[in-house]
């Protein structure tokens, strides 16, 4: 898994910085991609990187300001005409799914593909299967505005290949059984246990996406002990009234989230336009203070989780 910032700003596009959007690349886990807010010109961002539109198969809304869902409409119809004929779900909070269905009504754009959506309640499982489950919960800020906690399910350990073969059990459809710690009689009468065989399973990760807010405790909820959390810091250390004023958090606040949650790394975004690449340096720096394995996000930039 990979997370690929295609946006890092705040309220407008800038030079340096355009609106929001995250696509978590999953193509060894499920061969799809998950993108996190649209905002305005996500589709041409996605020009630039190894993201393929078609790819993706669930679009996860944080809340229903501009910067957040201006590039929705533009992106669903280029995913038609690029040859997108999966089904696509987005979830947000209530209205957007009158926002999108209004925007494809007016401009007679037709969808090649099955489009459905999930508005969330209070509190909410959103989705759940044999490798992944979302979570999501109401955050603080001037919209109802929710945060995702994305758990990758524990997977099993593997087939010790080395060990069978030095024991002599040839490759076949006994392995299957092994894998499944079964006890197998073989061709040659020994009867084993799989489970003998077989690895420790693996701790799946837990990444968290917050959208925009003021500290809460929903917050740190959604972040407890995650491997990875995305956290919005549209302003610096030393603006706390300034960012509370305007439903947001600082540099400071979003590190002083991960370290209470347990969270393994810290990454910044919704950085506010009027910060230049110098002052990036600067905001990372206050947040290590508190969260050493912080890191400021870039345009296009990408992470390995």
Known sequence: MELVFLGTGAGIPA???????????????????WMFDCGEATQHQILKTAVKTRKIEKIFITHLHGDHIYGLPGLLGSRSFQGGTEPLTVYGPVGIKEYIETSLRVSQTHLKYQLS???????????????????????????LSYGYRIVEKEKPGELNAVLLK????????????????EIVELPDGRIINGADYVGSPKEGRVITILGDTRPCSNAQRLAEG????????????GQEEMARDYFHSTTVQAAQCAREAGAKRLILTHISSRFTEDDAIELQAEARELFPNTEIAHDLAFFKL
Do not use: W
């Open 166 to 181: 030095e024991e002599n059990i040839p490759p076949g459809p006994l392995y299957g059984r092994i894998k499944n710690k």
């Open 117 to 143: 959506f999930v508005e969330i309640g209070e509190e909410s499982i959103l989705f759940e299967d044999d490798s992944f489950r979302v979570e999501a919960l109401p955050l603080d800020h001037a919209v």
């Open 15 to 33: 030079k340096l910085r355009n609106v929001s959007s995250i696509v978590l690349q999953m193509n060894e886990e499920r061969a799809a991609s």
């Open 226 to 237: 995650a491997d990875c959390l995305v956290h919005e810091a549209t302003f610096n250390k």
